[in-house]
């Protein structure tokens, strides 16, 4: 870009926001003025495609001419990012994908994390057949099918991908781009969704998939949108411990990701979904050990309740999927009982091992494994009840005897 294009156009923008947060003309003037004596005292090479300067001019910059950042829902994902959502095949992404836009649609949470005001979404559907969209979001009442009533801001694309290449156009992946650009500012949409990125690569070549995230990456630097990418995870990032370069697909998915989070199931309970913030550059949820846990439900109604789907199968024909948060985990406590939280898992495992039973034991009485029992027997009170060491279970011992 033109140096002193960029120039202007900084000021502009930090004009537009001192005239919404109600700055008078003189305090718009006197800012401006600031901002152009520091852009003409360190930013004055014409000729440099770098742009230099102190730190603190940087930072005083940012915060001035960029909008506040907000969170669209709590820790998980804030304006103006660029978010992918990671999981195997099968595992429930694009129900999730359209419960977390209906959520933002609706301006209602999505289980713990709350949503900011309702707002217009874009969910671009590449992957769901219209007939199997049509299926899991219809019921039949009294013979005739009912449409599930999702809210005005839910706005679904789909691509016909036997659409041949306009003129002008080199890849399948740049008239993709250019389509949602234009549907995004048709419709008023600042919040993309797009499911998903295996699709965009198995109808063409890794290296337009590059240009392809380049260019949302563009989209996100300039501040026009918030962008939720779907995309597969490898072999190994299935657990809950899945880190971003689980992520499937080119290095530049987790490079332009500013946050990533993961779908994974639980072993011994098909129908729950463990949900990890691996990377986020706008909080400290990757930095936590915590695990949400969700179950993929089939409603009939609010009255009729929910019915909990197996892993691999659609909801019944008169019902429509959705995630329903069941509880928080931590990352050592893998395949703990969906339905008791960790203050009563807590405090049935000190009761048990007060009452003499072997670490052993009571991983199989709770289907927990040992390493959860250990981690709650480290922080029991009675000294008695803590294993050995920090890495040492005794599984082998014997039970103690019924006191007198």
């Not at 095949?89 to 713990?112: C, D, M, N, R, Y």
């Not at 080199?170 to 995004?184: G, H, R, V």
């Not at 008023?188 to 337009?208: E, F, V, Y």
Request: net charge neutral; charged share 25%.
């Amino acid at each position: 870009m033109d140096l002193e294009r960029y120039k202007e156009q900084e000021r502009r923008r930090l004009d537009s926001l001192l005239r919404d947060r109600g700055a008078s003309p003189e305090e718009r003037r006197a800012s401006i003025q600031k901002l152009r004596l520091r852009q003409n005292e360190y930013m004055h090479d014409r000729y440099n495609a770098l742009l230099t300067g102190p730190a603190e001019f940087w930072i005083e910059s940012e915060r001035m001419e960029r909008y506040e950042r907000r969170q669209l829902l709590g820790d998980l994902w804030a304006e103006g990012e660029i978010a992918v959502l990671g999981g195997r095949s099968g595992i429930g992404k694009s129900i999730f994908a359209v419960h977390l836009a209906t959520a933002l649609a609706a301006g209602e949470a999505f289980g713990p994390y709350p949503a900011a005001e309702p707002r217009r979404v874009l969910y671009v559907d590449l992957d769901s057949s219209p007939e199997l969209f049509a299926r899991r979001y219809s019921r039949n009442v009294d013979g005739r099918p009912a449409p599930y009533e999702f809210p005005e801001g839910f706005l679904r694309s789909v691509f016909e991908w036997d659409t041949p290449l306009p003129p002008g156009y080199e890849s399948m992946e740049s008239l993709i781009f250019d389509s949602i650009i234009e549907s995004a500012a048709n419709n008023n949409c600042r919040t993309i969704i797009i499911d998903s990125l295996p699709q965009i690569a198995a109808h063409g070549k890794q290296r337009n998939l590059i240009d392809f995230l380049l260019r949302f990456k563009w989209l996100r630097d300039s501040g026009k949108a918030s962008i939720l990418l779907i995309a597969e995870t490898t072999s190994v990032g299935r657990t809950p411990d899945a880190v971003s370069h689980d992520i499937a697909g080119p290095g530049i998915v987790k490079s332009v990701a500013d946050s990533i989070f993961t779908l994974s199931p639980r072993r011994r309970s098909p129908h729950v979904r463990y949900l990890k913030h691996v990377k986020s550059s706008a909080s400290t949820a990757a930095e936590s050990r915590g695990i949400e846990l969700f179950e993929i439900r089939g409603r009939s109604s609010v009255q009729d309740g929910a019915e909990i789907v197996p892993h691999g199968q659609l909801p019944p024909a008169d019902s429509f999927p959705e995630f329903h948060h069941i509880g928080h985990s931590t990352e050592e406590l893998r395949y703990y009982p969906s339905m008791i939280n960790d203050a009563d898992l807590g405090r049935r495992v000190r009761h048990l091992a007060a009452n003499g039973l072997t670490p052993r034991l009571i991983a199989l009485v709770l289907e927990v494994t040992p390493i959860a029992v250990a981690s709650y027997l480290r922080t029991a009170a009675d000294p008695e009840l803590r294993p050995r060491s920090l890495g040492y279970i005794d599984i082998t011992a014997e039970p103690k005897p019924p006191s007198e």
